[in-house]
Protein backbone atom coordinates (compact mmCIF):
# COMPACT_ATOMS: atom_id res chain seq x y z
CA UNK A 1 0.00 0.00 0.00
CA UNK A 2 1.34 3.41 -0.92
CA UNK A 3 1.45 6.50 1.28
CA UNK A 4 -1.62 7.54 -0.47
CA UNK A 5 -3.58 4.47 0.47
CA UNK A 6 -3.58 3.41 -3.17
CA UNK A 7 -3.06 -0.08 -3.91
CA UNK A 8 -1.43 -2.20 -6.70
CA UNK A 9 -3.25 -5.12 -8.44
CA UNK A 10 -0.43 -6.67 -7.46
CA UNK A 11 -0.92 -6.77 -3.79
CA UNK A 12 -3.89 -8.46 -3.85
CA UNK A 13 -1.90 -11.02 -2.57
CA UNK A 14 -1.19 -9.26 0.83
CA UNK A 15 -4.76 -8.33 1.52
CA UNK A 16 -5.52 -5.33 -0.77
CA UNK A 17 -9.36 -5.35 -1.97
CA UNK A 18 -9.10 -2.69 -4.90
CA UNK A 19 -7.04 -1.90 -7.55
CA UNK A 20 -6.08 1.89 -8.22
CA UNK A 21 -9.24 2.84 -9.96
CA UNK A 22 -11.33 2.06 -7.19
CA UNK A 23 -12.15 -1.55 -8.36
CA UNK A 24 -13.29 -4.68 -6.00
CA UNK A 25 -10.99 -7.18 -7.22
CA UNK A 26 -12.36 -9.21 -3.90
CA UNK A 27 -14.71 -9.55 -1.19
CA UNK A 28 -13.40 -6.65 1.43
CA UNK A 29 -13.02 -8.45 5.02
CA UNK A 30 -14.64 -4.91 5.96
CA UNK A 31 -17.17 -4.57 3.30
CA UNK A 32 -20.71 -2.28 4.66
CA UNK A 33 -18.68 -1.53 8.16
CA UNK A 34 -18.01 1.91 9.76
CA UNK A 35 -15.14 2.48 11.80
CA UNK A 36 -13.78 5.48 13.85
CA UNK A 37 -10.57 6.16 14.70
CA UNK A 38 -9.14 8.38 17.66
CA UNK A 39 -5.74 9.93 16.44
CA UNK A 40 -5.88 8.87 12.79
CA UNK A 41 -4.56 11.68 10.52
CA UNK A 42 -1.08 10.05 10.62
CA UNK A 43 1.50 7.41 11.76
CA UNK A 44 -0.59 4.20 13.31
CA UNK A 45 -3.88 5.83 13.27
CA UNK A 46 -3.51 6.44 9.70
CA UNK A 47 -2.36 3.33 8.76
CA UNK A 48 -5.31 1.82 10.65
CA UNK A 49 -7.47 4.03 8.41
CA UNK A 50 -5.92 2.99 5.46
CA UNK A 51 -5.78 -0.59 5.55
CA UNK A 52 -9.44 -0.58 6.84
CA UNK A 53 -10.28 1.02 3.69
CA UNK A 54 -8.79 -0.90 1.66
CA UNK A 55 -11.09 -3.80 3.07
CA UNK A 56 -14.12 -2.05 1.99
CA UNK A 57 -15.17 -0.28 5.53
CA UNK A 58 -15.90 3.61 5.37
CA UNK A 59 -14.00 5.20 8.02
CA UNK A 60 -13.74 8.70 10.46
CA UNK A 61 -10.66 9.92 10.95
CA UNK A 62 -9.41 12.57 13.26
CA UNK A 63 -6.99 14.20 15.26
CA UNK A 64 -6.44 18.16 16.30
CA UNK A 65 -5.69 19.91 13.12
CA UNK A 66 -7.88 20.68 10.79
CA UNK A 67 -5.29 21.13 8.02
CA UNK A 68 -3.95 17.66 8.85
CA UNK A 69 -8.07 15.86 8.75
CA UNK A 70 -7.88 17.73 5.04
CA UNK A 71 -4.58 16.41 3.89
CA UNK A 72 -5.33 13.02 5.11
CA UNK A 73 -8.66 12.87 3.34
CA UNK A 74 -6.89 14.15 0.10
CA UNK A 75 -4.34 11.45 0.08
CA UNK A 76 -6.38 8.66 1.28
CA UNK A 77 -8.87 9.22 -1.92
CA UNK A 78 -11.21 7.22 -0.68
CA UNK A 79 -14.62 9.82 -1.51
CA UNK A 80 -17.53 9.36 1.14
CA UNK A 81 -16.10 6.84 2.66
CA UNK A 82 -13.71 8.45 4.64
CA UNK A 83 -15.02 11.71 6.72
CA UNK A 84 -13.32 13.73 9.15
CA UNK A 85 -13.79 14.72 12.52
CA UNK A 86 -11.74 17.82 14.36
CA UNK A 87 -11.06 15.52 18.15
CA UNK A 88 -9.03 16.43 21.36
CA UNK A 89 -8.59 13.44 22.80
CA UNK A 90 -8.08 14.64 26.23
CA UNK A 91 -11.55 16.12 26.29
CA UNK A 92 -14.49 14.16 27.02
CA UNK A 93 -17.50 16.14 24.87
CA UNK A 94 -15.42 16.48 22.23
CA UNK A 95 -14.25 12.42 22.08
CA UNK A 96 -18.21 11.84 22.29
CA UNK A 97 -18.88 13.75 19.82
CA UNK A 98 -16.75 12.24 17.29
CA UNK A 99 -18.31 8.61 17.82
CA UNK A 100 -22.07 10.22 17.73
CA UNK A 101 -20.38 11.90 14.35
CA UNK A 102 -19.38 8.44 13.05
CA UNK A 103 -22.92 7.12 13.48
CA UNK A 104 -24.78 10.22 12.34
CA UNK A 105 -22.55 10.03 9.24
CA UNK A 106 -22.93 6.76 7.79
CA UNK A 107 -25.97 5.73 10.14
CA UNK A 108 -24.50 2.64 12.09
CA UNK A 109 -21.12 2.14 14.27
CA UNK A 110 -19.28 -1.35 13.87
CA UNK A 111 -15.57 -0.28 14.76
CA UNK A 112 -13.99 1.42 17.43
CA UNK A 113 -10.20 2.12 17.61
CA UNK A 114 -9.07 3.84 20.54
CA UNK A 115 -5.45 4.57 19.24
CA UNK A 116 -4.52 8.61 20.80
CA UNK A 117 -1.66 8.38 23.63
CA UNK A 118 1.31 9.65 24.72
CA UNK A 119 2.89 11.19 27.73
CA UNK A 120 5.00 14.58 28.51
CA UNK A 121 6.57 15.74 31.32
CA UNK A 122 8.68 12.99 32.31
CA UNK A 123 10.60 12.35 35.72
CA UNK A 124 10.96 9.81 38.70
CA UNK A 125 7.75 8.87 40.24
CA UNK A 126 9.50 11.30 43.29
CA UNK A 127 9.56 13.99 40.64
CA UNK A 128 6.72 13.41 38.28
CA UNK A 129 4.14 16.24 38.31
CA UNK A 130 0.59 16.40 39.34
CA UNK A 131 -0.08 17.82 35.73
CA UNK A 132 1.94 15.58 34.14
CA UNK A 133 -0.02 12.53 35.92
CA UNK A 134 -3.44 14.28 35.39
CA UNK A 135 -2.38 14.92 31.68
CA UNK A 136 -1.28 11.35 31.08
CA UNK A 137 -4.79 9.79 32.52
CA UNK A 138 -6.37 11.87 30.13
CA UNK A 139 -4.50 11.70 27.28
CA UNK A 140 -4.72 7.77 27.74
CA UNK A 141 -6.56 5.96 29.56
CA UNK A 142 -9.96 7.97 30.09
CA UNK A 143 -10.12 8.60 26.37
CA UNK A 144 -10.48 5.14 26.27
CA UNK A 145 -13.03 4.64 28.42
CA UNK A 146 -14.97 7.56 26.96
CA UNK A 147 -14.86 6.22 23.32
CA UNK A 148 -15.64 2.69 24.23
CA UNK A 149 -18.46 3.62 26.69
CA UNK A 150 -20.11 5.93 23.81
CA UNK A 151 -19.19 3.37 21.26
CA UNK A 152 -21.27 0.41 23.24
CA UNK A 153 -24.36 2.93 23.09
CA UNK A 154 -24.38 1.92 19.42
CA UNK A 155 -22.72 -1.67 19.20
CA UNK A 156 -25.47 -2.86 21.61
CA UNK A 157 -28.61 -1.40 19.48
CA UNK A 158 -26.74 -3.48 16.70
CA UNK A 159 -25.81 -6.39 18.28
CA UNK A 160 -22.20 -6.49 16.54
CA UNK A 161 -19.53 -4.56 17.24
CA UNK A 162 -15.30 -4.17 17.68
CA UNK A 163 -13.29 -2.15 20.18
CA UNK A 164 -9.75 -2.27 19.55
CA UNK A 165 -7.44 -0.21 22.01
CA UNK A 166 -3.75 0.59 21.14
CA UNK A 167 -1.69 -0.44 24.16
CA UNK A 168 2.02 -0.86 24.34
CA UNK A 169 4.44 -3.34 24.77
CA UNK A 170 4.76 -0.82 28.07
CA UNK A 171 1.70 -2.02 29.16
CA UNK A 172 3.22 -5.49 29.95
CA UNK A 173 6.56 -4.59 31.46
CA UNK A 174 8.49 -1.84 33.48
CA UNK A 175 11.61 -1.46 32.37
CA UNK A 176 11.99 1.76 31.40
CA UNK A 177 12.99 4.99 33.96
CA UNK A 178 11.17 8.49 33.60
CA UNK A 179 8.14 6.89 32.19
CA UNK A 180 5.81 5.27 35.05
CA UNK A 181 2.60 7.85 33.93
CA UNK A 182 2.95 5.97 30.62
CA UNK A 183 3.64 2.56 31.80
CA UNK A 184 0.32 2.72 34.25
CA UNK A 185 -1.67 3.78 31.73
CA UNK A 186 -0.84 0.98 29.15
CA UNK A 187 -1.32 -1.52 32.37
CA UNK A 188 -4.54 -0.18 32.74
CA UNK A 189 -5.40 -0.19 29.61
CA UNK A 190 -5.09 -3.75 29.14
CA UNK A 191 -7.12 -4.10 32.38
CA UNK A 192 -10.15 -2.04 30.86
CA UNK A 193 -9.99 -4.27 27.69
CA UNK A 194 -10.58 -7.32 29.46
CA UNK A 195 -13.23 -5.64 31.28
CA UNK A 196 -14.99 -4.72 28.13
CA UNK A 197 -14.69 -8.04 26.28
CA UNK A 198 -15.92 -9.92 29.65
CA UNK A 199 -18.85 -7.59 29.88
CA UNK A 200 -20.29 -7.67 26.09
CA UNK A 201 -18.80 -10.72 25.04
CA UNK A 202 -22.29 -12.54 24.69
CA UNK A 203 -23.72 -9.04 22.77
CA UNK A 204 -21.74 -10.01 19.40
CA UNK A 205 -19.00 -7.42 20.62
CA UNK A 206 -15.45 -8.21 21.08
CA UNK A 207 -12.80 -5.87 22.95
CA UNK A 208 -9.27 -6.41 22.84
CA UNK A 209 -5.90 -4.74 23.00
CA UNK A 210 -2.74 -4.64 20.13
CA UNK A 211 0.46 -4.26 22.21
CA UNK A 212 3.01 -2.86 20.30
CA UNK A 213 6.75 -2.49 20.35
CA UNK A 214 8.12 1.00 19.20
CA UNK A 215 7.20 2.49 15.90
CA UNK A 216 9.06 5.51 14.82
CA UNK A 217 5.92 7.82 14.20
CA UNK A 218 6.18 11.33 13.94
CA UNK A 219 4.86 11.50 17.32
CA UNK A 220 7.76 9.31 18.26
CA UNK A 221 10.44 11.48 16.26
CA UNK A 222 8.41 14.49 18.19
CA UNK A 223 8.86 13.27 22.20
CA UNK A 224 11.24 10.54 21.93
CA UNK A 225 14.33 12.95 21.79
CA UNK A 226 12.57 14.48 25.26
CA UNK A 227 11.82 11.02 26.90
CA UNK A 228 15.23 9.43 26.01
CA UNK A 229 16.84 12.72 27.71
CA UNK A 230 14.88 12.44 30.74
CA UNK A 231 16.49 8.81 31.03
CA UNK A 232 19.62 10.28 30.43
CA UNK A 233 19.75 8.52 27.07
CA UNK A 234 19.85 9.71 23.65
CA UNK A 235 17.40 9.27 21.28
CA UNK A 236 19.29 7.00 18.59
CA UNK A 237 20.06 4.87 21.79
CA UNK A 238 16.52 4.95 23.19
CA UNK A 239 15.47 3.23 19.85
CA UNK A 240 18.27 1.03 19.56
CA UNK A 241 17.17 -0.03 23.04
CA UNK A 242 13.52 -1.31 21.90
CA UNK A 243 15.08 -3.27 18.54
CA UNK A 244 18.37 -4.68 20.96
CA UNK A 245 14.78 -6.00 23.58
CA UNK A 246 13.09 -7.92 20.87
CA UNK A 247 13.88 -10.94 18.77
CA UNK A 248 13.54 -9.79 15.49
CA UNK A 249 16.29 -6.84 16.29
CA UNK A 250 14.30 -4.23 14.89
CA UNK A 251 11.18 -1.47 15.46
CA UNK A 252 7.98 -2.61 14.37
CA UNK A 253 6.45 -1.23 11.61
CA UNK A 254 2.92 0.82 11.34
CA UNK A 255 1.67 -1.80 8.62
CA UNK A 256 1.90 -4.55 11.16
CA UNK A 257 -0.23 -2.78 13.72
CA UNK A 258 -2.28 -2.23 11.00
CA UNK A 259 -2.83 -6.19 9.86
CA UNK A 260 -3.50 -7.03 13.31
CA UNK A 261 -6.14 -4.45 13.26
CA UNK A 262 -7.77 -5.71 10.02
CA UNK A 263 -8.10 -9.33 12.01
CA UNK A 264 -9.39 -8.40 15.16
CA UNK A 265 -11.96 -6.25 13.26
CA UNK A 266 -13.18 -8.66 11.01
CA UNK A 267 -15.56 -11.50 11.14
CA UNK A 268 -12.81 -14.17 11.44
CA UNK A 269 -11.69 -12.41 14.41
CA UNK A 270 -15.11 -12.61 15.97
CA UNK A 271 -13.24 -16.09 18.23
CA UNK A 272 -10.97 -13.24 20.11
CA UNK A 273 -11.88 -11.07 22.62
CA UNK A 274 -9.93 -10.00 26.12
CA UNK A 275 -6.75 -10.70 24.44
CA UNK A 276 -4.20 -8.55 24.36
CA UNK A 277 -1.85 -9.22 21.57
CA UNK A 278 1.59 -8.65 21.17
CA UNK A 279 3.08 -6.81 17.83
CA UNK A 280 6.15 -5.84 19.23
CA UNK A 281 8.51 -8.49 17.44
CA UNK A 282 8.96 -11.43 20.41
CA UNK A 283 9.77 -8.42 23.29
CA UNK A 284 7.52 -9.15 26.25
CA UNK A 285 7.45 -13.03 27.11
CA UNK A 286 3.32 -13.47 27.62
Known sequence: ????????????????????????????????RVAVITASTRSIGRG????????????????????????????????????FKSCDATQQHQVEALVDFAH?????????????????????????????WQKALDWNLNSYFWGTRRAL???????????INISSVEGKMANKAAVSHYITNKHA????????????????????AICPGAVETDLMKTVGPQAAKAMGSTYEAFLQGYADESMIKRLNTVDEVAAAAVWLASEHGGGVTGALINVDGGTSSW
Open 48 to 83: IAEFFLDEGASVVVSGRSEDKGKQALAEMGAGDRAA
Open 104 to 132: TTYGRLDIMVNNVGGTDGWALVGDLTDDA
Open 1 to 32: MSAGGTTDVDEISSGAAVDPAGTRVRPGKLDG
Open 189 to 208: INGLTKAVAYEYATQGITCN
Open 153 to 163: RYMTQGGWGRI
